[in-house]
């Protein structure tokens, strides 16, 4: 019983990783066919955001507030990625609608750009370039509407940037002036420590669970939760969820498509940083770390079908506790004397990288069953 | 893609292929043997591209792992080599397996003692592979992005496999295959190398008309019908799922000999064949050159390959950030590659742009030169 428990806690954690990872992809795949390969690289900006946030908690006027630095992160990495995200949305994606193996190949090429990107340029300078990314987008949409409709609003549009421009560089001297790590340049790893309240490990019913895996599943829970609720219950969700069904009967009704798409980028992508917060809890950060959970996100959306959270979480979910189950070699404890054969295939497959290699068999075979996921889009909708 | 395109003079496309195949004869004459060597590999590149061009720019379907077929060449040439030459080493059979304690030659190994299996194994088992994963996915109807996910994920299964074994293959280290001898010659000798880079030359040439032959007349239309309208080729009575799956056996071939000359040449095959960027690279030459050209495909490997060994020279931080410009720039600003756009209206429209050229105006706007031109 305490095996399994074990074992399903083991599988939980690894699902809840993938599906805060996946949730992204998923939402945005849904909306716009489009598969983000440059998703990996957005969690990984989230990774290194917390990496920041951490240094410059460490300053001493933040210093009391340090243990709270994991909180702030999270809001932070979902900022600071989704406003990467809505740059390329704005810049490279929205050419591509229509396109997807396009979108494919470009979103490809951002994802090298921002690999080298981290490591030749160094991190108080990027964190600079983000905030006036993020003054240069969002200020002209903070003027009055007076304004906005008026003839010479591309002037406020000229001169926002331009003022955006200057924080950011400010900023940027500022935090390499006081974080001596930051202003440097690096390809090595960093490292993320978590804080005193998260580090040892919690008893639940006789079994003792580390608290940054239990951290992330309540990472995920509230995403999960909020993304939900978000989808289900705003106007935005509404309209969101309209554009996902049928787009140019959304647009005939007048739902701007545009926004949508944008907003919805935007929050896939933040959910990439917070996905990077959680995968900066359980090892050391560098610039290739989202290439190790891409695939299994892309796994998940296709098993889990598009437009449906359900199936996203699932799918995660399902793919965490085979891989603990086949990785771990658990099957061969929970039923010790399986005939020989079967216990020697077992014993093949229980290492971390053939339990992947049989879990994507497994998905291929399902998906010989299953072609369009767990959960189809239901519709009468011609292919194409 | 239009299908108009400009004749081009017989005087400048003839003089073209003389100074190209002058160049060639004269290469081993000429270059360094390290460049010799260089060249002679990304020759052997533009072999798997051309079996890109024919999945993706003839039939549509982005594959992201033709690293798999061109590793499975790779490791068969390389599996003959190191048995061929193991006589000396315990057990009569490769170093490597001494250093897991292995004392008998694992069973798939056997029959790459006879050279002829495996002259035939590298082109037809990586075929063979990619006609089964191509069955299995086109048979259900995946296509478009879920292909795209499905051969990526194929390609992490091989990796994992292949980087796992270690006392099957030897795992994440590969086989080496330049200390290894063939007709009585050491594989890396110069002179050696000389003969392969020959051998890759001819082989190029042989793939491109194969792979002219393969588009040419119906079964080629039916593949461009494919790419632009699957439904419609299906409700025509066609049915599309043999005609992908054999063209995806084909490219996957195409992608084995190619493995098995570029082992040959880089002296080892490993895991990192198969990682998911190389794949990716391998479509980006494509695109660079002209989908649906195929000679764009073979001078899109040669060149970009090129130019990616002179720059990491260079300047070996910014490659990343030139390649990453490369995949942004070629599907937003030239979507039909560099060959595509000049043989398209690109340079016409070039020179119009700078009033070089006076527009020809008609009313409604009528495409010039709507010649049809055989989709080469």
């Given at each position: 019983m305490e095996l399994l428990l074990d074992s399903l806690f083991n599988g939980v954690a690894i699902g809840s990783v993938l599906l805060v990872a996946a949730l992204g992809l998923a939402i945005v795949f849904g909306l716009m066919g489009v598969i983000n390969l440059a998703h990996g690289e957005l969690m990984m900006l989230g990774a290194y955001t917390t990496y920041v946030t951490q240094l410059i908690f460490k300053l001493p006027i933040l210093k009391p507030f340090y243990n709270s630095y994991i909180i702030v992160s999270i809001f932070l990495a979902f900022i600071v990625s989704g406003v990467?995200?809505?740059?390329?949305?704005?810049?490279?994606?929205?050419?591509?609608?229509?396109?997807?193996?396009?979108?494919?190949?470009?979103?490809?090429?951002?994802?090298?750009?921002?690999?080298?990107?981290?490591?030749?340029?160094?991190?108080?300078?990027?964190?600079?370039?983000?905030?006036?990314?993020?003054?240069?987008?969002?200020?002209?949409t903070m003027f009055p509407s007076k304004i906005k409709e008026s003839i010479n609003f591309?002037?406020?549009?000229?001169?926002?940037?331009?003022?955006?421009?200057?924080?950011?560089?400010?900023?940027?001297?500022?935090?390499?002036?006081?974080?001596?790590?930051?202003s440097r340049a690096s390809a090595r790893n960093v490292d993320v420590t978590a804080p005193s309240w998260m580090r040892g490990q919690v008893e639940i019913i006789g079994t003792a669970f580390p608290k940054t895996r239990l951290m992330i599943i309540v990472i995920t829970l509230i995403s999960v939760i909020a993304i939900t609720l978000f989808l289900n219950q705003s106007a935005w969700g509404m309209r969101i969820r309209a554009v996902t069904q049928n787009r140019q009967m959304s647009d005939c009704l007048g739902i701007s498509t545009e926004k949508v798409d944008i907003i919805t980028f935007g929050i896939g992508s933040g959910l990439a940083g917070v996905a990077g917060v959680a995968v900066s809890l359980l090892g050391s950060v560098g610039p290739n770390v989202g290439g190790n959970y891409i695939v299994g996100c892309f796994m998940v959306v296709v098993l889990g079908g598009v437009g449906n959270l359900l199936g996203t979480v699932l799918a995660s979910f399902g793919i965490g506790i085979m891989t603990d189950l086949i990785g771990a070699g658990r099957l061969l404890s929970i039923w010790p004397d399986m005939p020989l054969p079967l216990s020697n295939t077992i014993n093949f497959f229980a290492t971390t990288s053939m339990a992947r290699v049989m879990i994507f068999a497994l998905i291929v075979i399902f998906l010989q069953f299953k072609p369009t996921g767990l959960f189809p889009q239901k519709g009468r909708m011609v292919e194409n | 893609m239009s299908l108009s395109k400009i004749k081009f003079d017989k005087k400048i496309v003839l003089s073209f292929w003389i100074i190209l195949i002058a160049l060639t004869i004269a290469a081993p004459t000429i270059l360094p043997v390290f460049r010799l060597n260089l060249l002679g590999r990304y020759l052997s590149l533009s072999i798997v591209a051309l079996g890109v061009d024919l999945i993706w720019g003839y039939t549509g379907l982005l594959s992201l792992g033709q690293g798999i077929f061109f590793a499975l060449g790779g490791y068969c040439a390389a599996m003959y080599l190191q048995i061929t030459s193991s006589s000396e080493f315990p057990n009569n059979i490769p170093e490597f397996f001494a250093l897991y304690g292995v004392e008998k030659l694992p069973f798939f190994w056997e029959p790459f003692r006879s050279p002829i299996f495996t002259f035939f194994a590298i082109w037809i088992i990586p075929a063979l592979v990619a006609g089964l994963?191509?069955?299995?996915?086109?048979?259900?109807?995946?296509?478009?992005?879920?292909?795209?996910?499905?051969?990526?994920?194929?390609?992490?299964?091989?990796?994992?496999?292949?980087?796992?074994?270690?006392?099957?293959?030897?795992?994440?280290n590969g086989l080496k295959t330049d200390v290894t001898q063939i007709f009585g010659q050491m594989v890396g000798s110069e002179s050696m190398q000389r003969i392969f880079f020959w051998i890759t030359a001819i082989l190029v040439i042989a793939a491109w008309f194969f792979a002219k032959w393969v588009v040419k007349g119906r079964f080629g239309n039916i593949l461009i019908g494919i790419r632009d309208d699957e439904p419609r080729i299906r409700f025509t009575g066609y049915n599309p799922v043999i005609f992908k799956t054999i063209i995806f056996s084909i490219a996957g071939g195409l992608a084995g000999i190619s493995g098995a000359l570029y082992t040959v040449q880089s002296g080892i095959v490993s895991p990192q064949f198969m990682t998911v960027p190389f794949s990716i690279e391998m479509v980006i030459w494509v695109a660079v050159g002209g989908r649906g050209t195929l000679l764009g495909a073979i001078l899109g490997a040669v060149f970009i390959n090129y130019a990616k060994s002179l720059v990491s020279e260079a300047l070996p931080a910014s490659w990343m950030f030139i390649q990453g410009g490369l995949f942004i720039l070629v599907v937003t600003a030239l979507p039909e590659g560099v060959l595509g756009w000049i043989q398209g209206d690109g340079p016409r429209n070039l020179l119009q742009r700078f009033g070089l050229k006076r527009k020809i105006e008609t009313y409604p706007s009528l495409e010039v030169n709507n010649k049809e031109g055989n989709n080469e």
């Open positions: 990467v995200g809505i740059l390329l949305e704005k810049t490279i994606i929205r050419k591509l609608y229509g396109s997807p193996l396009e979108t494919l190949l470009a979103t490809w090429g951002v994802s090298l750009i921002l690999q080298q990107f981290v490591r030749s340029v160094p991190l108080a300078y990027g964190t600079g370039l983000v905030i006036s990314l993020l003054i240069g987008l969002f200020l002209p591309k002037y406020f549009k000229f001169s926002s940037w331009i003022f955006a421009a200057l924080t950011g560089v400010l900023t940027g001297s500022l935090i390499s002036s006081s974080v001596s790590k930051l | 994963i191509g069955f299995l996915v086109f048979r259900n109807r995946i296509k478009g992005v879920y292909f795209s996910i499905l051969t990526q994920a194929s390609l992490l299964v091989f990796f994992n496999f292949f980087n796992g074994q270690q006392k099957l293959i030897n795992g994440t």
